[in-house]
Structure formats: C-alpha cells, structure tokens
C-alpha cells in the first residue's frame, strides 16, 4: 500500500470516528433526562410495622408539578385516608429532588426483597412518557441508594408540607430508617430545640453532646410535643441539665417520664405556643 493510500485510509477512519461520535451525542441529547421531562410520576408506599402507612406522589404533567402525601388510618394498608395534603411544585424543587437522588435512575432501580419483620416496607413505581418501573426494598441501609432514595422523597416532602401534621408524621416515619439523632435546635432567641420520636441506646454519644450544647444561662423551650419515649439510661443526663438550667420551660402532654427525672411540673406546658408566650 502506498504512502497515499495509507493517508486517505487513516482519514476516512478518523471521519467515521468522528461519524460515531456525533451520533451518540445526539442520542444522548434526545433522551430527556427526568429534570427535563415534561411528564413524568413518582409514587412510593411507606409501610411501617407499627405505624400508620403512607402514600406520597412526586409528578409533572405538562410542567406542572405537584407533590401530595396521602397518611391512612391503619399499618400496612391504603384504605380509610387519616389525612391528605399538597403543594405545587417548581422548577426549582425538581433541581433541589434530582439533586438529592445524584447519579441513581428511579427507572433503573431493582427491587430488594430482604424482609424486615419489625421494620418498613417501600413499593415504589416510577412512569416517564411511555417508560414503567416498580421496585420495592426495605429497611435500608445508610449510604445505600434505597436509603438515599428516602433521603430524597423526605426532604422534599418536609421542605413543601409544612401544616403540623405532616411535620410530626415525617418525624415519626423517620424512625424507620437512619436520619440521625431525632433532636434539633430551631432557633437561638429564645433558644429554643426539638426532640421527637425515640430516643435509643446507639444515639447515646450524639445526645450527650446534643444535651451539653443547650446553654445554662438563659431560658430555654424544649418542645417533645412528638415525643414517644426513651430508656431510663438517659434519665441522669436530662437530670445535669436540669440542675445546671432552673429556666428551662418543657412543652409536652406526656410528662411521665418528666416527672420522673425530677422536672417541675410549674416547668412544663401542653404545647408550643404557650411555651413560647411565657418568654415574651
């Protein structure tokens, strides 16, 4: 083969390369991506062992988006609604959900049938145009997609829901999977922190820390109006706290185990809003 023979055959290799590779791109391109669907549903079934089970639905049709969490009144069944509520959904609140999910496809996911007797199921189905997905885990792991899946779903849905009862479902809900220490400060003036749920054995390290950080100096509102309950374990930390803070007002209607730390019953309140009052 001659010098020019080998040129004209190299440049016609490099011209189909380059074919090759506009093709895929342009495939890549036509292929919308669920930020840029037009349509598309996400619906996912929480059933939680001991706890009442939950519908909530992410969708866009026609760029119009809607979130709706729908709460029954039983575990483990999608009969007799407890509650309902909704909100629209923006362009940015398709970014911030997307954004969560990272690199996981909602129509690539497979299902993962490990059982969990005590923990919580999650049906999930997701549609895009003509495309179909169902899939199902449960009680997943932190650091897996399913759990990050979760991730994605709650934060979205605590960020939208805002009425109260959403809020303390979501709070309650958590409990099945692995959200970290159930406790948070909401605000500085007053100082004022959250404790919701259960509090449990594996969380002792982060509660201690959480319970040193509440100051000593000033009033403080500590709201456990979703409070389940927590072991005895931890009855002498709230004790410290106590006795190092005499303005601490407690906002709870179950005040047993209160009572039995030794809080002042002057101290504690039904609800937020009169804890609240009493600082002004």
Not at 40 to 58: D, G, L, V
Not at 74 to 91: K, Q
Not at 174 to 195: A, S
Request: net charge positive.
């Amino acid at each position: 083969m001659n010098k020019i023979s080998l040129i004209l055959n190299r440049l016609s290799f490099l011209l189909y390369l380059g074919l090759l590779t506009n093709c895929s791109v342009k495939t890549t391109k036509d292929v919308a991506t669920p930020v840029e669907a037009s349509n598309f549903e996400y619906h996912t079934t929480f059933s939680p062992a001991f706890f009442n089970s939950c519908q909530i639905s992410i969708s866009r049709k026609n760029n119009i988006g809607q979130l709706k969490l729908t709460v029954y009144n039983f575990i483990d069944t999608t009969e007799n609604f407890s509650f309902s509520d909704s909100a629209v959904l923006s362009a940015s609140d398709f970014n911030f959900f997307f954004h969560k999910l990272g690199s996981i496809s909602l129509m690539k996911m497979k299902s993962n049938r490990s059982m969990a007797l005590d923990g919580i199921g999650v049906q999930n189905t997701y549609l895009q145009d003509i495309h179909k997905n169902s899939f199902y885990f449960s009680s997943p792991n932190k650091g897996s997609k399913e759990h990050q899946i979760v991730e994605a779903v709650f934060d979205l849905s605590k960020r939208k829901l805002t009425k109260k009862n959403a809020q303390e479902y979501f709070e309650s809900l958590e409990q099945y999977f692995d959200f970290g220490l159930p406790c948070e400060k909401i605000r500085d003036k007053p100082y004022e922190v959250r404790i919701y749920g259960t509090l449990s054995s594996s969380e002792e390290q982060a509660l201690t820390k959480f319970i040193h950080d509440i100051p000593s100096n000033q009033s403080v509102i500590i709201d456990k109006t979703n409070f389940g309950s927590m072991g005895t374990m931890f009855y002498p930390l709230f004790r410290s706290l106590i006795k190092r803070n005499k303005q601490l007002i407690w906002a709870t209607t179950y005040t047993i185990q209160l009572k039995e730390i030794g809080v002042d019953s002057s101290h504690i309140v039904p609800d937020i809003q009169t804890a609240r009052q009493l600082l002004k």
